[in-house]
């Protein structure tokens, strides 16, 4: 009886045993069967997507809001076309595979190993659009005929030939500067010394003037004599001087251009970046302010363009080389001048921003204002408008902004500062001689474009809080909303004459992106204001239709 039992016992084991195994060779086989099938099945593509393909000029019908078919990958560019269209471009797992046989495409595991993710790959410039733009009645109104006291400097009609001549003028002793011989013909003279004899009243330059492009010129191209150290400020900042006794202010790359500034960081301690200088110029024009001066990108040799020409000695002692050989160097400034923080070529090629710099304080005094909404630059204080409910009402009866068009400016300059995401305006500046009838010069914009994820809404607060714009920068904006004159289109085609442009493009495609939703944001504060108040507009233009 026993025996019997441990037979059927060890029937049942050697049964369940069995069981076990025909198991796990289902399971095995099944596994196999799934790695056999593809994951996501394939499915034809819609026909517009055909048609963009098949004819480069077709631009499918996109929906922002659609979700992508589900025969197709997420797109891992999202773009406008040259004439400002979305488009979506997508590739099926043949064509990923097709494109890393050919080389064309690295894997991903290897790409990220050998270099950072990089940025959507820019797009072609629309210079139509930005021709388009300018000759558009908006930007060319007749204004008024200027008078002798509207320019800045004036050059004297009759000059004796002994003060033509003057060691003032003729320099030729001082080694590396051209001599310099001075006439009564303004087309003789420098383009810097033109610029700054073009200088009115009401703009800082004349879009049409030749000498613009001149100017450009000299700044990314002519010989630089000296670079010394440009004293105050908060960070490292040079003077360059050329051979005509022309000058530029210096700015050095702190940061790749698809770097976000840290949101952790207060805007009092973030970097400037070069290419926000060439930025806010660039978009300063396209806005028609012109109170921006020009400012154009450069490569520059950090050994023989500064160490071996540089004059300033505390300057000179910061340079060094870094482990991997590149030339590096960090001055003196409040901060970031230090090893730590330091500015480095590849190996000697550094990016920079050179700005043209505005006639000597002693030719043409300039008077500085602190903003009515500067910040508090405190990281525990507010300012006072950011507490006051009718904070404006009490602006408004403070000179210079009780008259006039002082108020309409301040706005202006919150308007350009929004679109560029600048929250550092703590003053701006005037010519002395025009008194309180001019223009606000834009200066110091090095801490633009830092963000382009995140919007900050409080730098429009001279807006929202005063409701009050002008109708010419009104009428601008709108046009610049409309798809023939796309803001990030004619944006990218003003960059796109930049010499830097051949390195990479200056604005990320984000950034320029962030430029088009924000402009929204301004209209729509306007039109809220509108809908409560009456006298929102300042017209500015009476006599455009």
């Given at each position: 009886m026993r025996w019997c039992t441990r037979g059927r016992v060890r029937t049942l084991c050697l049964g369940l045993a069995?069981?076990?195994?025909?198991?796990?060779?289902?399971?095995?086989?099944?596994?196999?069967?799934?790695?056999?099938?593809?994951?996501e099945p394939h499915s034809q593509l819609p026909s517009e997507t055909i048609r963009a393909l098949a004819d480069p000029n077709a631009a499918p019908r996109t929906d922002s809001h659609r979700e992508a078919p589900s025969g197709l990958r997420q797109p891992r560019v999202s773009s406008m076309d040259v004439g400002g269209d979305h488009q979506v471009v997508a590739q099926t797992r043949e064509e990923s595979s097709a494109l890393k046989q050919s080389g064309i495409v690295e894997p991903l595991g290897e790409m990220a190993r050998a270099r950072p993710v990089s940025s959507p790959?820019?797009?072609?410039?629309?210079?139509?659009?930005?021709?388009?733009?300018?000759?558009?009645?908006?930007?060319?109104?007749?204004?008024?005929?200027?008078?002798?006291?509207?320019?800045?400097?004036?050059?004297?009609?009759?000059?004796?030939?002994?003060?033509?001549?003057?060691?003032?003028?003729?320099?030729?002793?001082?080694?590396?500067?051209?001599?310099?011989?001075?006439?009564?013909?303004?087309?003789?003279?420098?383009?810097?010394?033109?610029?700054?004899?073009?200088?009115?009243?009401w703009q800082l330059?004349?879009?049409?003037?030749?000498?613009?492009?001149?100017?450009?010129?000299?700044?990314?191209?002519?010989?630089?004599?000296?670079?010394?150290?440009?004293?105050?400020?908060?960070?490292?900042?040079?003077?360059?001087?050329?051979?005509?006794?022309?000058?530029?202010?210096?700015?050095?790359?702190?940061?790749?251009?698809d770097d976000e500034t840290n949101y952790n960081l207060y805007y009092f301690s973030d970097f400037e970046r070069h290419n926000a200088e060439i930025g806010a110029y660039h978009l300063d024009r396209i806005l028609g302010f012109r109170r921006v001066p020009p400012?154009?990108?450069?490569?520059?040799?950090?050994?023989?363009?500064?160490?071996?020409?540089?004059?300033?000695?505390?300057?000179?002692?910061?340079?060094?080389?870094?482990?991997?050989?590149?030339?590096?160097f960090y001055g003196q400034c409040s901060y970031y001048c230090s090893t730590e923080h330091a500015v480095c070529g590849r190996p000697r090629a550094l990016e920079a921003s050179m700005a043209t710099m505005l006639p000597d304080l002693s030719l043409a005094p300039r008077r500085s204002w602190r903003s009515p909404w500067r910040r508090s630059y405190s990281r525990s204080k507010r300012a006072q408008w950011e507490t006051e409910k009718d904070y404006c009402d009490t602006v408004k009866k403070t000179p210079p902004y009780n008259q006039g068009t002082r108020l309409v400016d301040v706005i202006d300059m919150a308007i350009l500062d929004f679109l560029m995401s600048n929250m550092d305006r703590h003053h701006y500046e005037t010519f002395e001689k025009f008194g309180n009838i001019t223009f606000l010069i834009h200066l110091d914009n090095g801490r633009a474009f830092g963000r382009f994820s995140k919007d900050e809404p409080s730098i429009l607060a001279p807006l929202e809080q005063c409701c009050r714009v002008r109708r010419s920068t009104l009428m601008k904006l709108q046009l610049l909303a409309l798809p023939q004159y796309r803001l990030s289109d004619v944006m990218r085609a003003s960059l796109s004459q930049d010499p830097l442009t051949a390195v990479a493009p200056l604005l990320s495609e984000p950034h320029l992106v962030a430029l088009d939703r924000r402009l929204a944001r301004v209209l729509k504060v306007v039109g809220h204001c509108q809908e409560q108040y009456s006298n929102v507009i300042y017209n500015d233009i009476p006599d455009y239709p």
């Open positions: 069995c069981l076990s195994v025909l198991l796990h060779l289902l399971l095995v086989m099944l596994t196999l069967s799934v790695y056999q099938t593809p994951c790959q820019p797009l072609k410039p629309n210079l139509t659009k930005l021709e388009a733009l300018f000759q558009h009645p908006l930007f060319k109104p007749p204004g008024p005929p200027l008078q002798e006291d509207d320019w800045l400097l004036l050059v004297k009609p009759k000059v004796k030939e002994n003060e033509l001549e003057s060691p003032h003028w003729l320099s030729a002793s001082e080694e590396g500067y051209d001599a310099v011989h001075l006439n009564n013909d303004i087309e003789t003279y420098p383009p810097w010394l033109r610029f700054h004899l073009g200088i009115t009243r330059y004349d879009p049409n003037d030749p000498n613009l492009r001149q100017l450009e010129e000299q700044l990314t191209s002519h010989k630089i004599v000296s670079a010394v150290q440009k004293t105050g400020g908060t960070q490292l900042k040079l003077v360059m001087s050329f051979p005509n006794y022309g000058q530029s202010l210096f700015k050095p790359m702190k940061q790749d251009r400012a154009v990108g450069r490569l520059v040799d950090v050994i023989t363009e500064i160490k071996d020409i540089t004059t300033d000695r505390k300057l000179a002692k910061t340079f060094f080389n870094s482990p991997v050989g590149n030339t590096c």
